[in-house]
T-cell receptor, first 111, second 113 residues
């Protein structure tokens, strides 16, 4: 089993719709969780950190479920510019700040 | 502007040649990292450094070497021992405490001639 698993998609989303997708992780010692956005042939950029209580940043909402070991990302009122690959990132729980990256979920927002 | 600068943007390697990728940051971050990304795949950790003059192997260190002589700089050398070097190489940095996000440079694309 991969340490961080994501549905690769693509999720084809009409503009203005809501899309949600999950990521599962296998290391129960993981302490921190992040969503990054990566555009084609570009570097990953931090979208948001994920906190135990869940958090929201504008149209983006992230949730963490420690019992079932998954995190989710929901995008409301999708924009064409939201088209990207979303990377689920989990720390390894050991000393230092090593992260494990999922393979990404591709989202395509269409007019 | 504060950030992470990688150079060159594109690099070509001949057979048997070593090449060095540059990574400089002015964020005053203690920790720096090198990743490799292959098409359609996630990032894999090559090497990381939590402090000057110290670094550790990541998950795929074979065929690579690094140095950390200055806090701001963490160059990666792709040696001739790395038989499949074609990839997108990403450098990142973070504050050295746990649970911190990492911030990335804009990457170097390495190809074999």
């Amino acid at each position: 089993r991969k340490e961080v698993e994501q549905d690769p998609g693509p999720f084809n989303v009409p503009e203005g719709a809501t899309v949600a997708f999950n990521c599962t992780y296998s290391n129960s010692a993981s302490q921190s969780f992040f969503w990054y956005r990566q555009d084609c042939r570009k570097e990953p950029k931090l979208l948001m950190s994920v906190y135990s209580s869940g958090n929201e940043d504008g149209r983006f909402t992230a949730q963490l479920n420690r019992a079932s070991q998954y995190i989710s990302l929901l995008i409301r009122d999708s924009k064409l510019s939201d088209s990207a690959t979303y990377l689920c990132v989990v720390n390894r729980g050991a000393a230092g700040n090593k992260l494990t990256f999922g393979g990404g979920t591709r989202v395509l927002v269409k007019p | 502007d504060g950030g992470i600068t990688q150079s060159p943007k594109y690099l070509f390697r001949k057979e048997g040649q070593n090449v060095t990728l540059s990574c400089e940051q002015n964020l005053n971050h203690d920790a720096m990292y090198w990743y490799r990304q292959d098409p359609g795949q996630g990032l894999r950790l090559i090497y990381y450094s939590q402090i000057v003059n110290d670094f550790q192997k990541g998950d795929i260190a074979e065929g690579y070497s690094v140095s950390r002589e200055k806090k701001e700089s963490f160059p990666l050398t792709v040696t001739s021992a790395q038989k499949n070097p074609t990839a997108f190489y990403l450098c990142a940095s973070s504050m050295d405490t746990r649970n911190q996000p990492q911030h990335f440079g804009d990457g170097t694309r390495l190809s074999i001639l």
